[in-house]
């Protein structure tokens, strides 16, 4: 048994080990998150009361059942069975089975049962809310982490460069070919491109730090994602932000909250009327009883019942003013939602169009600075250029390099949040 427990402990251990080297893709970043929030815990604890209410509103129609039981004793003077006082001592039990069922009632349980589902419904649309939220998080940060790997391997590759260029330069001052105050000036460079490298690295690890934590993971040292090799070949859409409008006043979650809440306060207002109405009420009784010890015949009773509202200070009126003022809350608060949505596709349209010839002209800058560059490097090699003319468009290079990597994941993420917002 023993053995066997080692065993299985290794091969746990061993598949958190893998799992835990292994690069996370989206995918798994997503449901790993989706499973781990908080908040969405909370929302399903939410949602399970929201679910618990629902069901006592049904369960509201069905008649009630309750007995009850008493015990006396009398010392003294006290009347007997047959109605006649005598000086004794007496006990006496009885005993009771009692039913009763609501006939009608203006039909309050009704629309209670309509609101309390509608109540359900804003809660399974809150919870929705959050998870397409923490989707849309994730994302961003899950870009924002390749991003960080891309501007590190530029930093890193520039930096070999001139590392490269350093030793050439070396066996240059050595053979007596080149002034050695021309190496420093590569050397001074060499060593800010290894700050930009070290501050590349920062960045991609405090990017990995907030992927964790919005995983909920302890550790991210070991944490590293994988790196879609067709994330620009895959053809990004540009949607037309009015089909995307049309399809999130369908589908987004909020619009759904939002509705669901107006359905709640006009159910709550025929809660209200229902106050108006006169309540019928059907009622059993059986009940049997001990005197002394000796029985008493067993007794039925049934009947109707009516309750006829005729002044209660106008608290009825009153009430079903309130729902009525929160109804035209809830509408206003229906046509903000929709009015949110449409600023915040539009705004995602125009973004994504302007991070579009953002990322056309970082890719011009891109070529011309690579032609600038190759040209400075040929006039250095020909003598007929300073080393800091080499450098600067060697920096230069650099920028428009990592301008190119920093608009195509902007352009990506925009596109993304219109696909999402549908």
Request: net charge positive; hydrophobic share 40%; proline share 2%.
């Given at each position: 048994?023993?053995?066997?427990?080692?065993?299985?402990?290794?091969?746990?251990?061993?598949?958190?080990?893998?799992?835990?080297?292994?690069?996370?893709?989206?995918?798994?970043?997503?449901?790993?998150?989706?499973?781990?929030?908080?908040?969405?815990?909370?929302?399903?604890?939410?949602?399970?009361?929201?679910?618990?209410?629902?069901?006592?509103?049904?369960?509201?129609?069905?008649?009630?059942?309750?007995?009850?039981?008493?015990?006396?004793?009398?010392f003294g003077r006290s009347q007997i069975q047959d109605g006649t006082y005598q000086n004794i001592n007496?006990?006496?039990?009885?005993?009771?089975?009692?039913?009763?069922?609501?006939?009608?009632?203006?039909?309050?349980?009704?629309?209670d049962i309509d609101a309390r589902m509608a109540d359900l419904k804003v809660s399974e649309a809150e919870?929705?809310?959050?998870?397409?939220?923490?989707?849309?998080?994730?994302?961003?940060?899950?870009?924002?982490?390749?991003?960080?790997?891309?501007?590190?391997?530029?930093?890193?590759?520039?930096?070999?460069?001139?590392?490269?260029?350093?030793?050439?330069?070396?066996?240059?001052?050595?053979?007596?070919?080149?002034?050695?105050?021309?190496?420093?000036?590569?050397?001074?460079?060499?060593?800010?491109?290894?700050?930009?490298?070290?501050?590349?690295?920062?960045?991609?690890?405090?990017?990995?730090?907030?992927?964790?934590?919005?995983?909920?993971?302890?550790?991210?040292?070991?944490?590293?994602?994988?790196?879609?090799?067709?994330?620009?070949?895959?053809?990004?859409?540009?949607?037309?932000?009015?089909?995307?409008?049309?399809?999130?006043?369908?589908?987004?979650?909020?619009?759904?909250?939002?509705?669901?809440?107006?359905?709640?306060?006009?159910?709550?207002?025929?809660?209200?009327?229902?106050?108006?109405?006169?309540?019928?009420?059907?009622?059993?009784?059986?009940?049997?009883?001990?005197?002394?010890?000796?029985?008493?015949?067993?007794?039925?009773?049934?009947?109707?019942?009516?309750?006829?509202?005729?002044?209660?200070?106008?608290?009825?009126?009153?009430?079903?003013?309130?729902?009525?003022?929160?109804?035209?809350?809830?509408?206003?608060?229906?046509?903000?939602?929709?009015?949110?949505?449409?600023?915040?596709?539009?705004?995602?349209?125009?973004?994504?169009?302007?991070?579009?010839?953002?990322?056309?002209?970082?890719?011009?800058?891109?070529?011309?600075?690579?032609?600038?560059?190759?040209?400075?490097?040929?006039?250095?090699?020909?003598?007929?250029?300073?080393?800091?003319?080499l450098n600067q468009a060697k920096n230069n290079l650099t920028q428009a390099e990592s301008q190119v990597?920093?608009?195509?994941?902007?352009?990506?993420?925009?596109?993304?949040?219109?696909?999402?917002?549908?």
């Open positions: 048994m023993r053995t066997k427990i080692f065993l299985i402990t290794g091969a746990l251990l061993l598949t958190l080990l893998t799992t835990a080297q292994n690069p996370w893709t989206l995918q798994q970043c997503v449901d790993t998150a989706l499973a781990n929030n908080r908040n969405i815990k909370q929302k399903v604890l939410s949602k399970k009361t929201s679910e618990i209410a629902y069901q006592q509103a049904r369960l509201n129609l069905l008649p009630d059942l309750n007995a009850s039981a008493n015990q006396s004793w009398t007496s006990s006496s039990s009885s005993f009771n089975i009692s039913s009763g069922l609501t006939l009608f009632d203006g039909l309050k349980m009704k629309y919870l929705e809310k959050i998870k397409q939220d923490i989707i849309l998080n994730v994302s961003t940060i899950y870009l924002q982490v390749l991003l960080n790997k891309e501007l590190l391997q530029v930093s890193e590759d520039q930096l070999k460069l001139t590392q490269l260029k350093v030793e050439q330069q070396k066996l240059l001052v050595e053979a007596g070919k080149m002034a050695e105050g021309e190496m420093y000036e590569l050397i001074a460079q060499q060593s800010k491109e290894e700050s930009n490298r070290i501050q590349a690295d920062n960045n991609l690890k405090l990017s990995l730090l907030d992927l964790a934590q919005i995983l909920d993971l302890n550790d991210f040292e070991k944490l590293d994602i994988v790196v879609p090799a067709d994330l620009m070949n895959q053809e990004l859409q540009l949607l037309d932000p009015q089909t995307v409008y049309k399809d999130a006043l369908l589908h987004r979650a909020e619009i759904k909250s939002s509705e669901y809440q107006l359905s709640s306060s006009e159910k709550n207002v025929m809660i209200a009327k229902s106050a108006y109405f006169p309540t019928l009420d059907f009622g059993v009784n059986v009940g049997s009883g001990y005197y002394n010890s000796v029985s008493t015949p067993l007794s039925t009773n049934l009947g109707f019942s009516i309750r006829i509202p005729i002044f209660n200070k106008f608290e009825t009126k009153n009430r079903v003013k309130t729902a009525q003022i929160n109804v035209e809350s809830n509408k206003l608060n229906v046509e903000n939602t929709k009015l949110e949505l449409r600023k915040t596709v539009e705004q995602a349209y125009y973004n994504a169009i302007a991070a579009k010839a953002k990322w056309e002209a970082a890719n011009k800058s891109e070529i011309a600075n690579k032609e600038a560059y190759r040209f400075a490097n040929q006039k250095y090699e020909g003598g007929r250029a300073t080393v800091y003319e990597i920093q608009a195509k994941y902007e352009y990506v993420f925009r596109i993304k949040i219109l696909e999402l917002l549908k």
